[in-house]
C-alpha cells in the first residue's frame, strides 16, 4: 500500500483540524462539511450480522494466534482492491493490519479495532464462547461485544468507503495483544509513521453504548522480584527473608494507594475519581521452618489523565532501593528486581475535539462520557492523532460468561458508519 498523504495535525481547536497542508479539510461544523442530523438505527444489515458472526467464530484468545482473522480482513479488502499493511510480533505468529480506503485522499480518519479477547477458561457460559449465536436481539460469544463486531462494521462498509465523497480517506487499523498491555498497537503506529502516513483523527471503537468518550485512566503493571537468602528458620539473623522484604514493599504500595485517595485532586466523572494502587499476586516460601531465599509480586497503577504514572513507579523502587543496603550486608546477593509487564497511557480528549464533535453527530449524542477501562486510546493521541472512544455495547458485557453485544447498538454503529462515509463538503 502507498502513503496515503499529507496532512500533520499541529494542534486541534475547536472550530477544527489545524494542519500544516491546507488541501485536506478539517472536520467541524464550521469546515463546510455537513453531516446527517439524525441518524436513526435502522434493521442491521445481513451483510454485517454475516461478519461480525464470522469474526466471533475465530479463536483470537490472547495466548492463540490472530492471523487466522487478519488474513479474513486482508483478504477480503483484497477482493476490493484495498491492500494491507501487515507488521508482525517477534516470531510471527500476530499480527497488526492498517488499510486505507480512499488511497490518495490527502488525510484520513482511523478505525481503530483489537483483533484479541480475553479468555474464557473457568466461566459458566451457557452458550458456546464461539458459537456467535443470536437469540432475543442479541449476539452472544467473546469478543461480541470487545470489539470484533465493530471491526466487522467497520468492514461491512469497505465498499461504500471507497465510493465515499469524504475529503478524507478511511484507514482500518486492526492490532493485536491490546488485552495484555496494548503491544500489537505500538507496531502499528510506528509503521504508519515510517510510511508517512498522517491521519487527521482517530475512533477507537471500544464498547461505549455508541456515547463517544473522551477520557479513561492508564494501566501500568510491573512485577518485583526479592532475592533473599534462606536459612534454617531458627537461624533467622543468618538470613533475608524474602517474603519479609517484599512485604515491606508491598505495604508502601498500599500507603500510596492511601495517599492518592486521601490527598489526589479528584477527576470527577470517573467510577474512582483518584489514581489506585493494588497488588494482584505474590508467591514466596517453600516450607513453614525455612526462611524464604525468594518472593515474587505483582502489582498495578490506574492513573488519572492529570496524575504522573511514571513518577508514582519511580517512587516505589526509591523506597526498595533504600532497603537493600541492609540486605546486602548479609547477602551481597540479595536485593529486589523489577520488571515491566505492561504499559498503557492513559487517554484525556476534549469535548471540544472536532473528532469529538464529529462523533457525537454521527451517533446522535449530545453527551460524552469518561470509561474506566483501558483502551489504545493514549496511544493514537501521544503519537499526535485527535481521538475518541466510541462504540457499539457496553463494557458491562465484555470478559463476562455470557457475552453479548445487542442488535440495536450494532445497528447505531452501521449508522454511524454510513453518516461517517456520508459526510461531505458543501462548497
Known amino acids: 500500500m502507498g502513503r496515503s498523504g499529507g496532512a500533520s495535525i499541529d494542534h486541534v481547536r475547536a472550530v477544527g483540524f489545524k494542519h500544516n497542508r491546507p488541501a485536506a479539510a478539517p472536520i467541524g461544523p ?19 450480522l454475516a461478519l461480525a458472526q464470522t469474526l466471533v467464530r475465530m479463536n483470537t484468545v490472547s495466548r492463540n494466534s ?38 490518495g485522499k490527502p488525510a484520513g480518519v482511523i478505525l481503530s479495532g483489537h483483533t484479541d479477547t480475553v479468555p474464557w477458561d473457568g466461566q459458566d457460559w451457557s452458550v458456546d464462547p464461539l458459537s456467535a449465536l443470536v ?22 462498509q469497505a465498499d461504500t468507503f471507497l465510493n465515499s465523497p469524504a475529503p478524507f480517506a478511511i484507514h482500518l487499523a486492526l492490532s493485536y495483544d491490546e488485552e495484555v498491555g496494548c503491544f500489537g498497537v505500538r507496531e502499528l503506529v510506528a509503521d504508519m509513521k515510517d510510511a508517512g502516513i498522517a491521519p487527521l483523527a482517530c475512533i477507537v471503537g471500544e464498547p461505549t453504548s455508541m456515547v463517544p468518550a473522551i477520557a479513561h485512566k492508564g494501566v501500568y503493571r510491573y512485577k518485583c522480584c526479592v532475592r533473599g537468602k534462606e536459612a534454617h528458620s531458627s537461624l533467622t539473623p543468618q538470613s533475608v527473608n524474602a517474603i519479609e522484604m517484599a512485604a515491606r ?11 492518592f485517595e ?18 494482584g499476586q505474590f508467591h514466596g516460601g517453600i516450607a513453614d521452618n525455612v526462611v524464604p531465599r525468594d518472593a515474587e509480586f505483582r502489582y498495578e497503577f490506574r492513573d488519572l489523565p492529570t496524575a504522573d504514572a511514571a513518577a508514582m513507579q519511580k517512587e516505589v523502587l526509591a523506597y526498595a532501593r533504600q532497603a537493600e543496603p541492609a540486605m546486602k ?11 515491566t509487564i505492561c504499559e498503557v497511557p492513559s487517554f484525556l480528549g476534549s469535548a471540544n475535539d472536532a473528532v469529538t464533535r464529529l462523533a457525537q453527530r454521527l451517533s446522535g449524542e449530545s ?10 486510546a493514549g496511544i493514537f493521541k501521544n503519537s499526535g492523532i485527535s481521538t475518541v472512544v466510541c462504540g457499539p455495547g457496553s463494557i458491562t458485557q465484555a470478559h463476562q460468561p455470557d457475552e453479548f453485544v445487542s442488535l440495536e447498538q450494532l445497528a447505531r454503529c452501521e449508522a454511524f458508519l454510513q453518516g461517517l462515509a456520508a459526510t461531505s463538503e458543501l462548497r
Open 66 to 103: 490472530n492471523l487466522e482473522l487478519i488474513h479474513f480482513v486482508r483478504d477480503t479488502l483484497k477482493k476490493s482492491g484495498v491492500a494491507s499493511r501487515i507488521t508482525w510480533n517477534a516470531d510471527k505468529t500476530k499480527a497488526n493490519l492498517f488499510a486505507t480506503l480512499g488511497e
Open 249 to 259: 514493599v508491598v505495604g508502601k504500595l498500599r500507603d500510596m494507594a492511601e495517599g
Open 367 to 376: 453527551r460524552t462520557t469518561q470509561v474506566a477501562f483501558g483502551t489504545e
Open 135 to 156: 437469540r432475543d436481539g442479541k449476539l452472544y460469544g467473546r469478543g461480541s461485544a470487545d470489539m470484533k463486531s465493530f471491526i466487522a462494521l467497520a468492514l461491512a
Open 329 to 339: 550486608k548479609i547477602a551481597p546477593e540479595a536485593g529486589f528486581s523489577f520488571e
Open 30 to 48: 464550521e469546515s463546510g462539511m455537513t453531516f446527517p442530523h439524525t441518524l436513526s438505527p435502522s434493521v442491521l444489515s445481513a451483510q454485517a
Open 262 to 279: 486521601r490527598d489526589e485532586p479528584r477527576y470527577e466523572g470517573f467510577d474512582v475519581p483518584f489514581s489506585t494502587a493494588s497488588v
